[in-house]
């Protein structure tokens, strides 16, 4: 998990396609 | 389930259709948008400019924007069915090997064989645009290999299914539950088997496309070899002015 925080983050966060 | 009987067409059918829409909401640029009427190629002026750019200022911005299309890759992993089913650590590992073998894939989208150039930083660019890089060899193997995969003109279903085969690779090291990644990738492979009959592509394009992940692999692998180099010689520049995510994803 450390060494992955924000692969984590971003697998953990619901962005709708209007984010991307 | 009772052995290794082939999942009902439907089955099939719902991840093809699954795995196309994600694909078209995360592709990052539409096929439209990428028409290569509508961008300018680079010109001489632009050309200077990238050229005249240090080594450590190009690396930088194009690790910028490999970050940026892999950010799209993890959104397209997210939206597949089964991928978020799948344990974390699976999840990383697929994502850590597989993000930028995406990239690659999609890249193709954004190759514009008729004068050599791919989508960068707002324009059409060609390999010379690189220059300042110092990969010279890896600029023209990858603008080769977007060569050679546009030229099998995939539709955006076809690229869709065969960026998902590829993000789904059992053969990771590290994974914990290989044979549920064995299985997932297995009917993608059918899903896609199934598109290309449906679209009429001819006998051997499977084969081929299947052969193309070890190309895949060999640039990724040399994305690596350069990384270590540039980081040798400007020890400091990867920590301090590359992306998070990108020295997340290759640093290690």
Same mark, same amino acid.
């Given at each position: 998990?450390?060494?992955?925080?924000?692969?984590?983050?971003?697998?953990?966060?619901?962005?709708?396609?209007?984010?991307? | 389930?009772?052995?290794?009987?082939?999942?009902?067409?439907?089955?099939?059918?719902?991840?093809?259709?699954?795995?196309? @829409?994600?694909?078209?909401?995360?592709?990052?640029?539409?096929?439209?948008? /990428?028409?290569?009427?509508?961008?300018?190629?680079?010109?001489?002026?632009?050309?200077?400019?990238?050229?005249?750019?240090?080594?450590?200022?190009?690396?930088?911005?194009?690790?910028?924007?490999?970050?940026?299309?892999?950010?799209?890759?993890?959104?397209?992993? @997210?939206?597949?069915?089964?991928?978020?089913?799948?344990?974390?650590?699976?999840?990383?590992?697929? /994502?850590?090997?597989?993000?930028?073998?995406?990239?690659?894939?999609?890249?193709?989208?954004?190759?514009?064989?008729?004068?050599?150039?791919?989508?960068?930083?707002?324009? *059409?660019?060609?390999?010379?645009?690189?220059?300042?890089?110092?990969?010279?060899?890896?600029?023209?193997?990858?603008?080769?290999?977007? @060569?050679?995969?546009?030229?099998?003109?995939?539709?955006?279903?076809?690229?869709? /299914?065969?960026?998902?085969?590829?993000?789904?690779?059992?053969?990771?090291?590290?994974?914990?539950?290989?044979?549920?990644?064995?299985?997932?990738?297995?009917?993608? @492979?059918?899903?896609?088997?199934?598109?290309?009959?449906?679209?009429?592509?001819?006998?051997?394009?499977?084969?081929? /496309?299947?052969?193309?992940?070890?190309?895949?692999?060999?640039?990724?692998?040399?994305?690596?070899?350069?990384?270590?180099?540039?980081?040798?010689? *400007?020890?400091?520049?990867?920590?301090?002015?590359?992306?998070?995510?990108?020295?997340?994803?290759?640093?290690?």
């Amino acid at each position: 998990k450390e060494k992955h925080k924000i692969l984590h983050r971003l697998l953990q966060n619901s962005s709708s396609p209007v984010d991307l | 389930s009772n052995g290794d009987s082939s999942p009902p067409d439907s089955d099939l059918e719902h991840l093809s259709e699954n795995i196309c @829409k994600s694909h078209l909401e995360t592709c990052q640029y539409l096929r439209e948008e /990428l028409q290569p009427s509508n961008w300018q190629t680079v010109l001489q002026t632009d050309l200077d400019t990238y050229q005249k750019k240090s080594q450590e200022d190009m690396w930088q911005l194009c690790a910028v924007k490999v970050t940026e299309a892999v950010q799209y890759v993890v959104e397209f992993a @997210k939206r597949i069915d089964g991928f978020m089913e799948l344990c974390q650590n699976d999840q990383i590992v697929l /994502l850590k090997a597989g993000s930028l073998e995406v990239v690659f894939v999609r890249m193709c989208r954004a190759y514009n064989s008729q004068n050599n150039t791919v989508f960068f930083d707002s324009k *059409y660019a060609g390999p010379e645009v690189f220059k300042a890089l110092g990969c010279d060899d890896l600029i023209s193997s990858v603008f080769e290999f977007a @060569k050679s995969l546009s030229s099998l003109q995939l539709t955006e279903d076809e690229n869709g /299914l065969f960026s998902a085969y590829v993000l789904m690779s059992a053969d990771r090291s590290w994974l914990q539950e290989k044979t549920r990644v064995e299985k997932l990738q297995q009917k993608i @492979k059918l899903a896609m088997q199934n598109l290309l009959q449906k679209n009429q592509r001819d006998e051997g394009i499977l084969t081929k /496309l299947v052969c193309k992940v070890s190309i895949i692999r060999m640039l990724c692998h040399r994305h690596m070899e350069k990384l270590s180099a540039i980081r040798a010689l *400007y020890p400091e520049m990867v920590q301090t002015r590359f992306p998070p995510l990108y020295k997340e994803l290759f640093g290690s």
